[in-house]
């Protein structure tokens, strides 16, 4: 173990001790896993700096309460990177604190929660995970011009935009409208967005899809817009705010 990694280890116990009296007054589920103190400062330095941006889904089988493996740890560390998996790090066994993120995810995504791992809740999973790294793809095409009808890095129009991004990572969609767009897709309620979902604005006449984004997360979201190109803006400003018509998730 080289010094770097040992001075880590002890911040971390330190931190530990300091914080522990804090910790145990919050209404948190308890780790999984009852490793003594050193042993869990390691484990918390090996996983620095952090879980895989790029994780793909768990392999095709069922888990639940119990379970334990590779399989396992994937699942955790895939639902760590859409911020529903919060311990510290990946354990391998599926305990109640597993199976609590599970339901988090289901419920989200509109999946039954039941707290096991199926196929249902598989697919979902899979698709929120693509739409997590397109996503973090779509701010390389920041200041990239406004092009009425375009959907290409040349340029791009928000229907285009959309279009563009879902085709480049696997997921056919048609070249059309925002105000097509509207109508394709499931619902969703803005206090459950997640990243890769569609906002619609109405900008021209009340009800009329005019504008269409992804989110990104943190209230904010991606669009092409005729004054700055491809831009993020935030959500609920003075002027998105009272012009903000309704969300989908596609795919």
Known sequence: MNSAKKGLIGLL???MLLTDSGQQALASP??????????????????MPGFEEEAVPAQAVN???GSR?????????NLATLGFFTYPH??????????AAVKRFQAVYGVPVTGTYGPLTRTALS????????VADTYR????????????????DCSGFIYYM?????????????????????????????????VFFSLEQPGYVSHVGFYVGHNKFISATNSRGIYVYTLSNSYWGPHYLGARRYY
Not at 141 to 156: H, N
């Open 141 to 156: 095409y920041v200041g990239i011009p406004y092009a009425w009808g375009g959907a290409t890095p040349s340029g791009f």
């Open 127 to 134: 698709h929120a995970l693509v739409k997590r790294r397109l």
């Open 90 to 99: 990946a354990t391998g066994y599926y305990g109640w604190y597993t199976a």
């Open 69 to 77: 493996g590779a399989s396992v740890t994937l699942l955790q560390r």
């Open 30 to 47: 308890r780790p999984e896993t009852t490793e003594a103190a050193h042993d869990l400062a390691t484990a918390w330095a090996n996983a």
């Open 166 to 198: 879902f085709n480049k990572f696997g997921v056919r969609m048609p070249r059309t409208t925002a105000n097509n767009m509207y109508h394709m897709g499931k619902v969703v309620y803005k206090s459950q967005l997640q990243p890769g979902d569609l």
């Open 63 to 65: 888990l639940h309460y």
């Open 13 to 15: 116990l330190a931190t």
